[in-house]
């Protein structure tokens, strides 16, 4: 948890350095050639710009509890794919699809999520 919280606020204070950097976004901390799938408990959901963030409760093979850092796409583009603020609330039970972190972390970049009533959102990087 420690290391996650340490992650995002590294996000946080990268995103705030002004316009020209969020603009040049890379996803090189993303393995854009393999996908990974969880099932979890939503614990945080932001709507936030330059991009969406989720967090997932996931509980692992081993039993043990995982916290999922996600990054999404911005909110405009989500409600463009179909994703209403309101249909991702913590507490709700979603499947998540990613591009998984490089540095074998849990977490990833947003490439599809599957809602409690069956609904499939896709949005992430070149989708």
Do not use: C, Y
């Amino acid at each position: 948890m420690k290391h996650l919280k340490q992650k995002l606020l590294l996000l946080a204070l990268m995103a705030s350095v002004g316009p020209l950097a969020v603009a040049h976004h890379s996803f090189a901390a993303f393995d854009l050639t393999r996908t990974v799938t969880v099932e979890g408990e939503l614990t945080e959901v932001h709507f936030t710009n330059p991009h969406s963030w989720f967090e997932l409760k996931v509980i692992d093979a081993k039993g043990a509890e995982q916290r999922w850092a996600i990054e999404g796409l911005s909110p405009q583009q989500l409600v463009s794919k179909g994703l209403k603020r309101t249909a991702m609330k913590v507490g709700d039970k979603v499947t998540i699809t990613v591009n998984p972190l490089r540095d074998g972390a849990v977490g990833g970049s947003l490439v599809a999520v599957k809602l409690a009533d069956g609904t499939v959102i896709n949005g992430g990087p070149g989708q």
